[in-house]
């Protein structure tokens, strides 16, 4: 039987320059290497509990070309790529040229390259809000007869759709099947705890990642165990 490992694609991106601080985390490549890495790091970890004689190292181990990794699915949205106005100038801003649209695009367009990785979209709610930033709020409190708001104290508060759907329908479908007796969740959200749950009901070991950050209580209480993916050294290629 083999691990498949499912991905909180927003979770991962905010994770990634601590887990990976040796990496760029602005390079979509840097990033599947992680996301490679991470998934060969809980295969090894597997491997060697079974065969403790086996040595494998995560760093130049190919679980794509084993029968070990069963996919690695990756959930995430696409981002917006409306036109919009700025809260306060009320400026025309085109979402699609922003640095974060291209990049999340850059970093899709590359995982759709990658062997044996399942990227999932969702989509972001076109009803969203302007919501000041937490340093723009503390600006305000600290003076509050004084301080100016621009454009450049809010963000965008927007809702994914549909991530929860489709990682609790993959689950549910592996689980069922009997494709794979181990699922590692690299994810924070109790969002995620049904699907957990369900897993565990059909006797699929799940395993959390949260890459060295917070998970919620609920979360935490419903999985086998916990691990923290973390690599600081040099990238290396397998031969």
């Known amino acids: 039987m083999s691990t498949a490992i499912v991905v909180d694609g927003a979770f991962f991106l905010r994770r990634f320059r601590s887990s990976f601080p040796s990496l760029d985390s602005n390079d979509p490549k840097d990033i599947a290497w992680g996301l490679t890495y991470l998934a060969g790091w809980h295969i090894a970890l597997k491997r060697r509990a079974e065969l403790p004689d086996e040595t494998l190292e995560p760093n130049t181990f190919r679980p794509q070309e084993t029968s070990h990794l069963y996919r690695v699915f990756f959930y995430d949205c696409a981002p917006l790529t409306k036109k919009v106005h700025r809260p ?100 924070a959200d109790a969002d995620f705890v049904p699907a957990v749950k369900l897993a565990r009901r059909e006797g699929i070991d799940v395993v959390l990642d949260t890459m060295g950050g917070h998970a919620a209580h609920d979360l935490v209480s419903h999985v086998d165990g916990v691990r923290n993916c973390r690599f600081a050294g040099q990238k290396k290629e397998a031969e």
């Open 88 to 187: 306060v100038s009320k400026r025309s801003l085109d979402l699609s040229k922003t640095e974060t649209a291209l990049f999340r695009i850059a970093v899709h367009e590359h995982l759709k390259t990658v062997r044996k990785v399942a990227l999932r979209l969702g989509r972001l709610n076109d009803d969203f809000i302007w919501r000041p930033k937490p340093e723009a709020m503390k600006k305000w409190l600290l003076d509050t007869a004084n301080f100016v708001p621009d454009d450049t104290d809010f963000e965008l508060d927007v809702v994914q759709k549909g991530v929860d759907m489709r990682l609790g329908l993959d689950v549910a479908s592996m689980a069922f099947k009997r494709q794979v007796d181990q699922i590692i969740l690299v994810a």
